[in-house]
């Protein structure tokens, strides 16, 4: 795993052990930053179920302002943690919160961030319920973004009130979808 593009540029970063977390490929990461480029300078990004922290720090390293970094598990907290120091990165610009994503959110201010990368385990309801947390708390700004990254199978509609699907994209097993404020 490394930094594709920007500042940080070839910086590689280390995946936590085992196999609970799935690191996004290359091809996908390119992909997903390709689609929100224009919204990533000065942005404040929310990495939620950060795993390694990969998405942030590229989004960081392509001219955002900040990331909050959200995991729970203990051996991908400690991978952020490394990675965020790789990286030279300071508590202003990176902060990682060893929580859960729920208890996170439940403590934002409304409208915080910019951009949100959801990228949670697949299958189950937690991509659901993360959008509902997310709407429900307002934590999105009027003209932010949300980046999921899902199985086919996992379903992101119905969406709560407050949120509208923009575009999906398919990249084999992989699939992001933009979403954004509105209904």
């Keep these: 795993m490394r930094i594709i593009s920007g500042s940080l540029r070839g910086r590689r970063l280390e995946p936590p052990p085992g196999m609970t977390t799935r690191p996004t490929t290359d091809k996908v990461k390119e992909s997903l930053f390709n689609i929100v480029q224009f919204e990533l ?17 590229e989004a960081i ?26 990286c030279g990165l300071d508590e202003k610009t990176a902060r990682l919160h060893r929580d859960d994503a729920f208890a996170f959110l439940s403590g ?9 990368l959801l990228d ?41 009130a407050g949120l509208s699907l923009q575009k999906e994209y398919r990249y084999g097993q992989i699939m992001l979808c933009k979403l954004c404020r509105g209904d």
Excluded at 41 to 57: H, I, K, T, Y
Excluded at 62 to 74: L, Q, S
Excluded at 108 to 116: A, H, T, Y
Excluded at 129 to 158: Q, R, S
């Design 41 to 57: 300078p000065d942005a404040r990004v929310l990495d939620l179920f950060a795993g390694s922290g990969q998405l942030g720090l």
């Design 61 to 86: 390293s392509r001219g955002a302002a900040c990331c909050d970094f959200v995991e729970r598990d203990r051996a991908a907290q400690n991978a952020v943690q490394k990675n965020i120091k790789a």
């Design 108 to 116: 934002c201010p409304e409208k915080s961030f910019d951009l949100i």
């Design 120 to 160: 949670p385990p697949y299958g189950g309801e937690l991509l659901r319920k993360a959008l509902e947390a997310i709407a429900g708390f307002d934590i999105l700004t009027d003209n932010g973004i949300i980046i999921c990254e899902k199985a086919p199978e996992d379903a992101v509609e119905p969406l709560p």
